[in-house]
């Protein structure tokens, strides 16, 4: 039972891309910042890499958000199973599929080695698309204002 007495559990939503070194990694911290535990969210990869992108660590910092303890995980299999939503970012049919996961693929560009204004694209469009997420699957959440908003 949750807090409030009522028996809804909290909604998670894995964020899958190949290396888990950006476009994962970006859509998991912006959902954590802005869902302030009503939603958890998972980042993994179908071939992790060993670290995340330096270019995208620096760009999330600057916008303040914590990116220390981000590190490349592999996709399992079960944390797609107990995901009410599993969100695809250019890791494709790698992706394993259960019945009653829902999938969404975000044709996303990858922010490895880019410069520090496509990064930024990169993370407004994920940040977008996170912000219509929320709102659709936590109708009820206030959400603060974008972490780019006093940045543009």
């Given at each position: 039972?949750?807090?409030?007495?009522?028996?809804?559990?909290?909604?998670?939503?894995?964020?899958?891309?190949?290396?888990?070194?950006?476009?994962?990694?970006?859509?998991?911290?912006?959902?954590?910042?802005?869902?302030?535990?009503?939603?958890?969210?998972?980042?993994?990869?179908?071939?992790?890499?060993?670290?995340?992108?330096?270019?995208?660590?620096?760009?999330?910092t600057r916008l303040g958000?914590?990116?220390?303890?981000?590190?490349?995980?592999?996709?399992?299999?079960?944390?797609?199973?107990?995901?009410?939503?599993?969100?695809?970012?250019?890791?494709?049919?790698?992706?394993?599929?259960?019945p009653g996961v829902r999938?969404?693929?975000?044709?996303?560009?990858?922010?490895?080695?880019?410069?520090?204004?496509?990064?930024?694209?990169?993370?407004?469009?994920?940040?977008?698309?996170?912000?219509?997420?929320?709102?659709?699957?936590?109708?009820?959440?206030?959400?603060?204002?974008?972490?780019?908003?006093?940045?543009?």
């Amino acid at each position: 039972m949750n807090r409030d007495g009522t028996n809804e559990q909290t909604p998670q939503v894995v964020f899958a891309c190949v290396r888990n070194g950006g476009r994962s990694v970006i859509g998991r911290v912006l959902t954590e910042h802005y869902a302030r535990g009503r939603i958890r969210a998972i980042s993994a990869g179908t071939q992790p890499g060993e670290h995340i992108h330096p270019e995208v660590a620096e760009a999330l910092t600057r916008l303040g958000l914590d990116v220390s303890q981000e590190r490349p995980k592999a996709l399992e299999r079960e944390t797609v199973a107990s995901s009410d939503m599993a969100i695809t970012l250019g890791c494709g049919e790698e992706c394993p599929y259960f019945p009653g996961v829902r999938y969404v693929d975000w044709p996303v560009a990858d922010p490895g080695g880019q410069d520090p204004e496509t990064v930024r694209r990169i993370i407004a469009d994920i940040d977008g698309r996170v912000r219509a997420m929320l709102t659709e699957l936590v109708p009820d959440l206030e959400l603060p204002a974008s972490v780019l908003a006093d940045r543009d």
